[in-house]
Structures are given as structure tokens and as C-alpha cells.
T-cell receptor, first 114, second 109 residues
Framework: IAGITQAPTSQILAAGRRMTLRCTQD?????MYWYRQDLGLGLRLIHY???????GKGEVPDGYSVSRANTDDFPLTLASAVPSQTSVYFC?????????????FGPGTRLTVL | GQNIDQPTEMTATEGAIVQINCTYQ??????LFWYQQHAGEAPTFLSY????GLEEKGRFSSFLSRSKGYSYLLLKELQMKDSASYLC??????????FGAGTTVTVRA
């Protein structure tokens, strides 16, 4: 079944630890995105990638890094987690080819940093 | 920065109609999206408007006025399963999506 998968589903992490959130899509979409969703703030873009080999910063990139070695995978790394990074993280992708360029979202990762 | 406003909560009765308004001020405009998000789940695409006017998709319709920076999502013949959060998102001049905080709709029997 085509779609986006994220792992882990949820995680509790000690502050200062390193963590990588995984995202894989099998739709051969060119563009991929990472968002965080916090109560009352809506979805905010962390990083994006328009195509394999390129990445860009979104609205809230500090404390996060990404890589795009191939079309399918777009991992998000927290080098040294802090409590303010407690959030729900959503990965999304879009094909960038049709005029709507609709983004499709993965199921999310609920991260708690203590 | 981008500014997208929508009401926090709305309540309606099963079978009724609800209209969710969204106003925006963004750097450039390349389309407006509405997403539905059930609690604990991912947002799912509902509609897209890039030209002024009404787009109808079954029980859901979306309207856009670019000159007023305004959109609404109309949900007709409400069902219990329509209880969810509805997210307004605007694609700006850099082709990035900015989201409103979402409107939680509660449908009561």
C-alpha cells in the first residue's frame, strides 16, 4: 500500500540525548517535509527537501538537522534534545509535478523530552 | 511572517451546516488548502483553491476570495464522523505551506 511511514510511533527521551526520527515514502514523490505540531500553534515547517540531495530550512529549524540521500527517505535528527522539542512530528511528501502539489502526511511521531 | 486566522472551536448539530472561516496575510499566494485531522491522526487533504470562487466536493465546499484574503470551508449534512480539527493552509510565494492553528468542530446528536 502506497504511503508514508514514520518511526517510532512514540518516544520518551532524556534531555541531551540524540534522536533520529525516520520517514519513508513509496510514492516516488520529489519533495518531502518535516513539521512539528503543538497545541494552539498549528503545524510549523522545520526542514524540507525539494529533491534528493537538497535540503532547506523552514520556520523553526534550530536544533534539528535533516538529510536526503535518496528519494524515499528523509530522517530528522535532534542532536541534543531539549524539553521544548516535546511535540508531535509529522513527515509529509508531495510530487511537485501537478498544479496542486498537495502534501500527504505520515501518521506522526509523538516525542516527549524529559 | 505569515498570519493565518481561524476560529478555535465550533459546535453544530448532526445534519446541520457549519462554515469555518479563514483569513490570511502572507508573502505571496500560490493556493489555499483545507485539511481534516481527527484526534491522534495525520492531516488528510480535503480541498484546494487557487482561483476565486467555490469548489464543491460532495458534502464539503471551499470558497476563496484572494482580494479579501479570505476562505471558508462549508460542511453540509453534518455527520458524527465529521467531528475533527480543520486546518487552513496557505502556500506562499516561496511555495511553502503555512498553517492556521486549526478549528475543532464538534458534532452533537
Amino acid at each position: 500500500i502506497a504511503g508514508i511511514t514514520q518511526a517510532p510511533t512514540s518516544q520518551i527521551l532524556a534531555a541531551g540525548r540524540r534522536m533520529t526520527l525516520r520517514c519513508t515514502q513509496d510514492m516516488r514523490h520529489n519533495a518531502m517535509y518535516w513539521y512539528r505540531q503543538d497545541l494552539g500553534l498549528g503545524l510549523r515547517l522545520i526542514h524540507y527537501s525539494n529533491t534528493a540531495g537538497t535540503t532547506g530550512k523552514g520556520e523553526v529549524p534550530d536544533g534539528y538537522s535533516v538529510s536526503r540521500a535518496n528519494t524515499d527517505d528523509f530522517p530528522l535528527t535532534l542532536a541534543s534534545a531539549v524539553p521544548s522539542q516535546t511535540s508531535v512530528y509529522f513527515c509529509a511528501s508531495s510530487d511537485g509535478l501537478d498544479h496542486t502539489d498537495t502534501q500527504y502526511f505520515g501518521p506522526g511521531t509523538r516525542l516527549t523530552v524529559l | 511572517g505569515q498570519n493565518i486566522d481561524q476560529p478555535t472551536e465550533m459546535t453544530a448539530t448532526e445534519g446541520a451546516i457549519v462554515q469555518i472561516n479563514c483569513t490570511y496575510q502572507t508573502s505571496g499566494f500560490n493556493g489555499l488548502f483545507w485539511y481534516q485531522q481527527h484526534a491522534g491522526e495525520a492531516p488528510t487533504f480535503l480541498s484546494y483553491n487557487v482561483l476565486d470562487g467555490l469548489e464543491e466536493k460532495g458534502r464539503f465546499s471551499s470558497f476563496l476570495s484572494r482580494s479579501k484574503g479570505y476562505s471558508y470551508l462549508l460542511l453540509k449534512e453534518l455527520q458524527m464522523k465529521d467531528s475533527a480539527s480543520y486546518l487552513c493552509a496557505v502556500r506562499d510565494g516561496d511555495y511553502k505551506l503555512s498553517f492556521g492553528a486549526g478549528t475543532t468542530v464538534t458534532v452533537r446528536a
